[in-house]
């Protein structure tokens, strides 16, 4: 729980936002910032770049960056919060956004989102996710959801056509299962299941896929949704490590064909393309049960309500709303824009099928929440992965004792 003082801070005054120093202007003590995130890969080397330009131009402020592994990020920022020394800005992934806001921690910043130009091309997801009680306590910093990647040359040796993808459940389980070499130490599908919000964001799209939702995660078409990924495993098709793999662990197994297929996002394309031995890879929508249907991810950005220089932050914010951003932030970041005008100046995407396959996917991609307990109702998610996959219970009781911990938490 957040101080007084902290909660009091949580209302930030009706003032214009103030403008970095410009080059030239006299000398003046040198501010300096904190930004926190959990972003990895491209994207954590981008902000870096990024930081390091916005230093160069304003030479009175230093904005410093520290990446924070995802596993423990809320717990660095729950620290942080509790002993009064939050940075000024921070990544959080999106649906932890509102238990943030929610505790007070962030700062209300809605009198400058009226004021930010372009704030109607913000998509309604990303947005929502921001937002507690009608109230803007960020922006959002990017969007993305999951496909399927396909390593080319390992179909095509199974006998299988990429060009006619698997469509289906079962599909995917007779793909996975003509690629699997185990005397290869090939497996035919990587995945998350990690007790992080990783396994919570990989696994959810089954669950929606089998007509399913959080408040009926104990029925019979959410354990089924369970049962395909324990099925997997057990019978060799994914590897028993899926429980400790990153989603960039299961990259690795694709990128190193030590995994025909993985589930993974938009982020990674940039990460393949740069690799030093790259392999044919092709990336398709998922495959479904029921309906169509995919986890939205993406990370939001918002102001520490403690923070002392909220009027330069946000100035430093709209640094992801600018059109140069497309080229600055996102294409070699690997993730899309959550603005549609952006979005819409992407030259560089129109014409690249692999994003072009994520664009289609987004259409299905749903928000986690947002809700001020998610971390908690992710958590029981989590574990009842864990206790599936490892066999410590089966995934009717792991599902079940889910539920009698999120139905509270739901109301």
């Known amino acids: 729980m957040l101080s007084s003082a902290a909660l009091a801070g949580c209302v930030t005054p009706a003032v214009a936002p103030a403008q970095p120093s410009q080059e030239g202007a006299a000398p003046q003590e040198v501010t300096t910032l904190e930004l926190w995130h959990f972003l990895t890969g491209a994207y954590s080397q981008v902000l870096d770049e990024l930081s390091g330009r916005w230093n160069e131009k304003n030479p009175n402020y230093k904005l410093t960056v520290r990446a924070i592994p995802i596993a423990e990020f809320k717990r660095e920022i729950a620290t942080?919060?509790?002993?009064?020394?939050?940075?000024?800005?921070?990544?959080?992934?999106?649906p932890d956004h509102a238990s943030f806001s929610a505790l007070g921690a962030f700062a209300d910043v809605s009198e400058r989102f009226a004021?930010?130009?372009?704030?109607?091309?913000?998509?309604?997801?990303?947005?929502?996710?921001?937002?507690?009680?009608?109230?803007?306590?960020?922006?959002?910093?990017?969007?993305?959801?999951?496909?399927?990647?396909?390593?080319?040359?390992?179909?095509?040796?199974a006998?299988?056509?990429?060009?006619?993808?698997?469509k289906n459940w079962e599909e995917l389980t007779a793909w996975a299962e003509a690629m699997s070499k185990p005397e290869n130490n090939v497996y035919g599908i990587a995945f998350s299941a990690r007790q992080s919000e990783e396994g919570t964001f990989q696994w959810l799209p089954f669950l929606w896929q089998n007509g399913e939702d959080i408040a009926t995660i104990d029925s019979p078409k959410a354990v089924e949704a369970l049962s395909l990924w324990v099925d997997w495993v057990n019978r060799g098709?994914?590897?028993?490590?899926?429980?400790n793999y990153t989603q960039g662990d299961?990259?690795?197994?694709?990128?190193?064909?030590?995994?025909?297929?993985?589930?993974?996002?938009s982020w990674q394309i940039p990460t393949l393309r740069r690799a030093e031995n790259p392999i044919n890879w092709k990336v398709v929508e998922l495959p479904y049960s029921i309906q169509p249907a995919s986890a939205m991810g993406g990370g939001n950005w918002a102001i520490f309500a403690t923070s002392s220089h909220i009027d330069v932050a946000w100035t430093f914010l709209q640094e992801f709303t600018k059109p140069e951003a497309v080229e600055e932030i996102y294409i070699p970041a690997g993730r899309l824009p959550p603005r549609r005008d952006l979005l819409r100046a992407g030259e560089p995407w129109k014409d690249d099928e692999a994003y072009q396959t994520f664009f289609r996917q987004l259409e299905f991609a749903r928000p986690r929440g947002p809700h001020p307990r998610w971390p908690d109702i992710s958590a029981a998610i989590q574990t009842a992965l864990q206790q599936a996959l490892t066999g410590q219970a089966t995934p009717e009781e792991a599902l079940k004792r889910a539920a009698e911990t999120i139905r509270p938490l739901l109301g």
């Open 80 to 94: 942080a919060l509790a002993a009064n020394t939050a940075p000024d800005i921070a990544g959080v992934d999106n």
């Open 250 to 265: 299961a990259l690795g197994q694709f990128s190193a064909s030590a995994a025909a297929m993985t589930i993974n996002g």
């Open 237 to 243: 098709l994914a590897s028993r490590e899926v429980i």
């Open 159 to 166: 006998g299988l056509d990429v060009e006619t993808p698997p």
């Open 115 to 157: 004021a930010l130009p372009g704030k109607e091309e913000y998509l309604p997801g990303p947005l929502a996710s921001t937002m507690w009680e009608g109230k803007h306590y960020g922006i959002p910093g990017d969007t993305n959801t999951l496909g399927l990647y396909i390593n080319v040359d390992l179909a095509s040796a």
